[in-house]
């Protein structure tokens, strides 16, 4: 399949005469749709849960970690059987069932298609206005974000091959960008943070940051590696995956923490403004470079969910081309990024909110689905084409079941800043435990990730499913 010819694989297995390269290729569409100046900013918001230094790479560090290696271990479905996450999902769930994790899955997808675009259309209008300081705002912000969808929505439509190509070639150049911009920004840089957290704000640092990252990206973890070879290494497609994912938004975060402790006053307009407060204190010199690095690097991960969504939509029965789905996902993804820049008022408030309950579901999603790829491999079976195919098993209830009752769970356990959804989550928590530490540390979201798998594997071991729903 050559670059600039539009994919025509949808969610079928991928032929094996397509199947090539090899596993560190993964490394690059992870580490461009993640290296984004939006990563400075998760370094201040990991600082707000009280932490210093130190605790908030610690925590942010590991919380990546974590995160992203869930994503590398869905990469490994992806690479042994050549069909898109949410295609396998069917295993666990069953053909109809999947359709309910595969429209979380969707929701997941489009909702950060939104939220990267609109940040990308916020900072090259700011960027903009001080190039051309007569451009209206609102002439400047549309005109921003009409190129991010075209340009989000076009690369989408060619799919697989042109987003590896487009990928590799960002990471490149916002390697170099982001280094020069980091020298720049140097002098403001500092270490003059106390830790007055308590446990409950360290492990909220960690699972906020697994909600900032991995577990944004584990419903997509196998749309990636399915064009590899099925004899491809399985540590070393989960290896590749984590890394690409997870170290270059580490580099970032550790600036994140260090503007923190220099410039409070700067942090905390980045943490409201990322692009526009962190470009205040360059030079103009600098200004279409740093335009370049922050636009490019929210679009290379709008590219990725646009790209995984149309799959989603295929995964829920749609009977469309997938370059059909991702041009139906950018309609959506233009209606909700006008909301965003010309009618919302709270966008952080909302993001976070969004981030924790996608959070819960996808992590609960992730250990049902590990737990059954394990479980398939332990017995030394395959998935089961017939998953592919409406005549396939309409369900697993065991799968289900633990889906939904740890969602359940783990949304009771959540908090939210936005006062609309905090009336919907933490119904399983006092009010005093919602103002304090337990509150603040979202457990939700990691009680979500345990109970899922552990229904599931017991669940399954007593239901003892048929052998006609796997191969």
């Excluded at 965003?340 to 008022?345: A, K, R």
Aim: glycine share 12%; hydrophobic share 55%; net charge positive.
């Amino acid at each position: 399949m050559g670059t600039m010819a539009v994919e025509q694989n949808g969610i079928n297995a991928v032929p094996e005469g397509e199947r090539r390269g090899r596993p560190r290729d993964l490394f690059w569409p992870w580490a461009g749709s993640n290296l984004s100046l939006f990563g400075v900013a998760f370094g201040v918001y990991i600082v707000g849960f009280k932490l210093g230094v130190v605790p908030a790479i610690i925590a942010g560090a590991l919380g990546y970690a974590l995160s992203f290696l869930l994503v590398g271990l869905v990469a490994i479905g992806g690479a042994r059987s050549g069909v898109p996450t949410m295609t396998l999902g069917r295993a666990p769930f069953g053909y109809q069932g999947n359709k309910l994790p595969a429209a979380f899955s969707y929701i997941s997808n489009v909702g950060w298609e939104i939220v990267l675009v609109t940040l990308a259309a916020q900072g090259g209008a700011e960027i903009l206005k001080r190039l051309a300081p007569g451009l209206p705002a609102t002439t400047a912000t549309a005109v921003c974000f009409v190129v991010a969808a075209l340009v989000v929505i076009a690369v989408g439509v060619y799919g697989h091959a042109m987003i590896m190509a487009v990928q590799r070639y960002l990471t490149y150049a916002f390697v170099v960008l982001t280094v020069v911009y980091m020298v720049l920004m140097a002098p403001r840089l500092g270490g003059a943070l106390q830790t007055t957290a308590g446990p409950g704000d360290w492990v909220g640092g960690v699972v906020f940051a697994m909600t900032l990252l991995g577990l944004g990206w584990v419903n997509c973890g196998a749309d990636y590696s399915r064009y590899l070879p099925a004899s491809s290494s399985p540590r070393s497609v989960a290896l590749w995956t984590t890394l690409g994912g997870a170290l270059p938004p580490m580099v970032l975060l550790v600036f994140g923490v260090l503007l923190a402790g220099g410039d409070p006053k700067l942090a905390e307009a980045a943490g409201a403004n990322p692009v526009a407060a962190l470009a205040e204190a360059l030079p103009t010199w600098f200004l279409l470079p740093y335009l370049l690095t922050a636009i490019g690097g929210f679009l290379a991960g709008a590219i990725m969910d646009i790209y995984s969504s149309g799959l989603s939509m295929l995964a829920l029965g749609v009977p469309i081309r997938r370059h059909y789905a991702v041009l139906i996902d950018g309609l959506l993804m233009v209606l909700g990024g006008y909301y965003l820049l010309f009618v919302s008022t709270s966008f952080l408030a909302t993001f976070q909110a969004f981030l924790a309950i996608i959070g819960v579901v996808m992590a609960a999603w992730a250990a049902i689905f590990l737990v059954d790829m394990w479980r398939l491999r332990a017995g030394g079976r395959a998935y089961d084409e017939r998953l592919l195919r409406p005549g396939a098993p309409a369900l697993n209830w065991a799968g289900l079941v633990s889906l939904v009752v740890a969602s359940v769970v783990g949304l009771g356990l959540i908090t939210s800043l936005d006062e609309n959804i905090a009336r919907v989550v933490g119904f399983l928590m006092s009010d005093e435990l919602k103002s304090g530490t337990f509150g603040t540390a979202n457990i939700g979201v990691v009680i979500a990730l345990v109970l899922a798998g552990v229904l599931y594997l017991v669940l399954t071991a007593v239901t003892r499913p048929r052998a006609a729903t796997r191969a």
